[in-house]
């Protein structure tokens, strides 16, 4: 599951005495949510703001789309104040993040909280640390593209990304935002990663919650669709080197492991969450050292020398 991270995560926590904390947690559920309700608000107001900073429109259409989903954020922001929620436009719209590029983003979904340059800062970081021009990156869980436009740019004409999406319509937008950037060094590859590639599987996206799709979790709430699989050996079959890869799965990376050993064997750093079942013991078994980079995410390394100062 996806975690708050980074700038946006405007915590609380360190200003509530401990056995304050303690005695919340002991009141039941109605009692809960009227007291994290103000929290849970302004947490919400945190994330628009940093909409506002770090993305800006592309286009006289899309300035007015942003504009107004800001300032209707204090009302979006007040429905059911009883959970995370990401900030979600309300309308389509084309804007550029800071310092990464342009993007198509879909109303009413997930996809402005996933171009915000705060929200994985700590990744993006040790992408651009990690890539040169002629490198090549693999993005496996690419979503809208975010990771896969930076990387691009980064590894220029003569480097390579492959972007590997199952779900159509964020395949379909992510194919949008590599043309929204002039990128011909991108390969989008339209498949579900898994042990073994051209099985039929099913993948369960939550509503409007597109970088949450899953084969891993099939039985939770949301639309069911149908997609093929692939193997990372597959996707990435002739290229000899990958300077990163990336690997966010929603809870399907240990089965895209099982059809990756020589990947595995090309990759010089991997990039990926930090779970109760993660991929660390596998990592480590294949000769990597794991780092941390923040409170959801790990670097695996086979030489500290291959990620520059």
Same mark, same amino acid.
């Given at each position: 599951?996806?975690?708050?991270?980074?700038?946006?995560?405007?915590?609380?926590?360190?200003?509530? #005495?401990? +056995?304050?904390?303690?005695?919340?947690?002991?009141?039941?559920? #109605?009692?809960?949510?009227?007291? &994290?309700? +103000?929290?849970?608000?302004?947490?919400?107001?945190?994330?628009?703001?940093?909409? *506002?900073?770090?993305?800006?429109?592309?286009?006289? @259409?899309?300035?007015?789309?942003?504009?107004?989903?800001?300032?209707?954020? +204090?009302? =979006?922001?007040?429905?059911?104040?009883?959970?995370?929620?990401?900030?979600?436009?309300?309308?389509?719209?084309?804007?550029?993040?800071?310092?990464?590029?342009?993007?198509?983003?879909? *109303?009413?979904?997930?996809?402005?909280?996933?171009?915000? +340059?705060?929200?994985?800062?700590?990744?993006?970081?040790?992408?651009?640390?990690?890539?040169?021009?002629?490198?090549?990156?693999?993005?496996? @869980?690419?979503?809208?593209?975010?990771?896969?436009?930076?990387?691009?740019?980064?590894?220029?004409?003569?480097?390579?990304?492959?972007?590997?999406?199952?779900?159509?319509?964020?395949?379909?937008?992510?194919?949008?935002?590599?043309?929204?950037?002039?990128?011909?060094?991108?390969?989008?590859?339209?498949?579900?990663?898994?042990? =073994?590639?051209?099985?039929?599987?099913?993948?369960?996206? #939550? =509503?409007?919650?597109?970088?949450?799709?899953?084969?891993? &979790?099939?039985?939770? *709430?949301?639309?069911?669709?149908?997609?093929?699989?692939?193997?990372?050996?597959?996707?990435?079959?002739?290229?000899?080197?990958?300077?990163?890869?990336?690997?966010?799965?929603?809870?399907?990376?240990?089965?895209?492991?099982?059809?990756?050993?020589?990947?595995?064997?090309?990759?010089?750093?991997?990039?990926?969450?930090?779970?109760?079942?993660?991929?660390?013991?596998?990592?480590?078994?294949?000769?990597?050292?794991?780092?941390?980079?923040?409170?959801?995410?790990?670097?695996?390394?086979?030489?500290?020398?291959?990620?520059? *100062?």
């Amino acid at each position: 599951m996806e975690r708050e991270g980074g700038f946006m995560d405007l915590s609380l926590r360190g200003l509530v #005495p401990k +056995p304050v904390r303690r005695l919340i947690g002991r009141l039941p559920a #109605p009692a809960k949510t009227v007291i &994290h309700a +103000p929290r849970l608000y302004v947490r919400r107001l945190w994330q628009w703001a940093f909409v *506002a900073i770090e993305t800006k429109p592309v286009g006289k @259409g899309s300035a007015g789309r942003w504009l107004a989903s800001i300032a209707a954020s +204090p009302l =979006t922001s007040a429905g059911g104040l009883n959970g995370w929620k990401r900030p979600m436009l309300s309308w389509n719209a084309t804007l550029r993040a800071k310092g990464i590029g342009v993007f198509f983003v879909r *109303a009413d979904s997930d996809d402005l909280y996933h171009i915000l +340059p705060s929200r994985e800062r700590h990744v993006l970081e040790i992408i651009r640390r990690s890539l040169s021009k002629g490198d090549v990156f693999v993005d496996a @869980g690419a979503n809208n593209g975010v990771f896969t436009v930076l990387a691009a740019h980064l590894v220029g004409e003569s480097g390579r990304v492959v972007a590997i999406e199952m779900i159509p319509s964020t395949a379909s937008c992510l194919r949008r935002n590599v043309a929204l950037n002039d990128l011909d060094n991108v390969e989008v590859v339209e498949r579900a990663l898994a042990d =073994t590639a051209g099985r039929i599987v099913s993948a369960i996206v #939550p =509503t409007r919650l597109f970088g949450s799709a899953s084969i891993a &979790h099939r039985d939770g *709430a949301g639309e069911r669709i149908d997609v093929t699989t692939t193997t990372l050996d597959e996707a990435t079959a002739g290229i000899e080197t990958i300077n990163l890869l990336k690997i966010d799965l929603e809870g399907a990376e240990r089965l895209a492991m099982a059809g990756a050993a020589a990947t595995i064997d090309k990759c010089r750093g991997i990039i990926f969450e930090a779970k109760e079942d993660d991929i660390s013991d596998i990592l480590i078994q294949r000769g990597f050292t794991i780092d941390v980079l923040d409170r959801n995410n790990r670097i695996a390394v086979r030489d500290r020398r291959d990620l520059s *100062a």
